[in-house]
């Protein structure tokens, strides 16, 4: 009797399976061809990244190389880095923003150049690090001539504890304040630099020689 109940229970299991697939057989099919075309359709989209970061990737390359060997002439280097960064995916574009305004200042276009660093420090998807160089670029280009109160706004947040510009900041902020006859003030930050082991290098040798002319 149990096989013969078990038996019934099957065939009505099978009948109401039926029954469904008549009723949403439709559905059914149509949400697994949308799987298998969204499966689809990521993999393709993940090719075309790839292929698309592996492009720029040759461009921004072909583009340094001939920076850096003179294969183009100083006043068009920059054109390739711009050609790059209007087409070429997040990273790169930045990138590419970059080396077009340190090719421009290069050349005399101090106002082109700015332009392109105030796009890469207003870049919300760029990478925070990045973003502050373009600050630090922008204000030490200007340095000896810019509005100083605007230069004190950009430079003053890289100097915060922990970032990796802070020590590149605080220089370019004594250096207004020498241009502003703060010698004093100056002198202070430069005796600091100076006696900082987290300070780069250069940043130090540079705040010993300044100390040294300032008669610190």
């Not at 697939?21 to 061809?33: D, E, S």
């Not at 280009?141 to 510009?165: S, V």
């Amino acid at each position: 009797m149990v096989d013969i109940f078990d038996e019934v229970d099957e065939d009505l299991r099978a009948d109401r399976a039926a029954d469904l697939l008549k009723r949403y057989g439709g559905l059914i099919i149509a949400a697994a061809v949308l799987i298998v075309g969204a499966t689809g359709g990521w993999q393709a989209w993940r090719w075309w990244q790839a292929r698309q970061d592996t492009q720029a990737g040759m461009a921004f390359t072909a583009a340094m190389t001939a920076a850096e060997t003179g294969g183009a002439a100083r006043d068009a280097a920059a054109l390739p880095f711009e050609e790059i960064a209007a087409s070429a995916p997040e990273g790169y574009r930045v990138l590419a923003r970059l080396r077009a305004a340190a090719a421009k200042a290069s050349s005399g276009d101090l106002p082109g150049a700015a332009v392109l660093w105030d796009q890469v420090a207003a870049d919300t998807a760029a990478d925070p690090l990045l973003r502050d160089l373009a600050s630090l670029s922008w204000a030490a280009r200007q340095i000896d001539t810019g509005d100083p109160a605007a230069l004190e706004a950009r430079l003053r947040p890289l100097t915060e504890p922990g970032n990796p510009w802070r020590s590149l900041a605080q220089e370019q902020l004594a250096l207004l304040d020498l241009r502003q006859g703060k010698t004093a003030a100056a002198r202070d930050v430069f005796t600091r630099l100076a006696a900082d082991p987290t300070a780069p290098r250069g940043v130090r040798g540079r705040a010993s020689a300044l100390l040294g002319r300032l008669g610190g």
